[in-house]
C-alpha cells in the first residue's frame, strides 16, 4: 500500500497522471473493445491509445471526410441519436476514419468545422493502416477502397458502455433508431 501511495504521489507530482503502470489500472472486461492496442489521432493531432476513451459511455462510427453521400447521413445520425437521447453530458461521439492517407489532422478538423461539430462531445481520429482494418473487424464495419478513391463500406452506429462492451448496435441511418435512441439514454443517464 505504501508503495502504491508513494508512486501515485509520484505520478501527480510529475505531472504526468498516465505515467502510472498497467498492472495499477483496472483490468478491462474481456469483451471489451478497448482491450486491441490501437492508437487514434484526433482532429487536434492529439495521439492517444484507444483504450485512453475508457470511463465515458461512446457512440462509434467509422467514415472519410470525402464522402459526399453515407458518411454526412452517418454524422448526422450520430447528432440527432445524442440530442434524441436528452443530450446526455457524459457521452462521446466518436467517428474514425477508415481513410488514414487523406484523413489527416487537417481534413479532420476543416470536416468537423464544415459540419459544425461540437468538439466537447464530438472526436473525429485517424489511426495507422493496420489499427484501422483492426478496429473495423473489432466493430463490424466492412470496408474497401474503390479505384475512384472513393470506398464502399457498411454503415453502423455502435453504442460502448464505459469500459468499452458494446451494448447497442444500429444499421439505421439518415434518421434515428428509437430501439437505439433508448439504450444510449439508459446508458447515459439522459431524461427525455
Keep these: 500500500m505504501k508503495r502504491f501511495a508513494l508512486l501515485l504521489l509520484g505520478t501527480l507530482?510529475?505531472?504526468?497522471?498516465l505515467a502510472a503502470p498497467a498492472s495499477l489500472a483496472p483490468t478491462l472486461p474481456g469483451d471489451s473493445v478497448y482491450q486491441l492496442a490501437a492508437t487514434l489521432t484526433d482532429q487536434d493531432g492529439h495521439a492517444a491509445p484507444w483504450a485512453a476513451r475508457r470511463g465515458t459511455p461512446q457512440i462509434v462510427s467509422?467514415?472519410?471526410?470525402?464522402?459526399?453521400?453515407?458518411?454526412?447521413?452517418?454524422i448526422d445520425?450520430?447528432?440527432a441519436t445524442r440530442h434524441a437521447a436528452g443530450d446526455p453530458p457524459?457521452?462521446?461521439?466518436?467517428?474514425?476514419?477508415?481513410?488514414?492517407?487523406?484523413?489527416?489532422?487537417?481534413?479532420?478538423?476543416?470536416?468537423?468545422a464544415a459540419h459544425r461539430l461540437d468538439l466537447r462531445w464530438w472526436t473525429l481520429a485517424h489511426a495507422t493502416p493496420g489499427?484501422?482494418?483492426?478496429?473495423?473487424?473489432?466493430?463490424g464495419v466492412q470496408y474497401r477502397p474503390l479505384p475512384d478513391g472513393d470506398f464502399n463500406h457498411s454503415s453502423?452506429?455502435?453504442?460502448l458502455d464505459a469500459d468499452g462492451r458494446i451494448v447497442a448496435r444500429s444499421t439505421i441511418i439518415g434518421r434515428t433508431d428509437?430501439?437505439?435512441?433508448?439504450?444510449?439514454?439508459?446508458?447515459?443517464g439522459a431524461h427525455p
Design 131 to 139: 489499427d484501422t482494418r483492426s478496429i473495423a473487424a473489432l466493430l
Design 13 to 17: 507530482l510529475s505531472g504526468n497522471a
Design 156 to 159: 453502423v452506429l455502435l453504442l
Design 178 to 188: 428509437p430501439a437505439f435512441v433508448t439504450a444510449v439514454r439508459q446508458l447515459a
Design 77 to 79: 445520425t450520430m447528432k
Design 62 to 74: 467509422m467514415f472519410y471526410s470525402s464522402c459526399t453521400m453515407v458518411c454526412p447521413m452517418i
Design 90 to 112: 457524459a457521452l462521446g461521439l466518436l467517428a474514425i476514419s477508415f481513410d488514414p492517407a487523406r484523413d489527416n489532422i487537417d481534413a479532420l478538423r476543416r470536416y468537423a
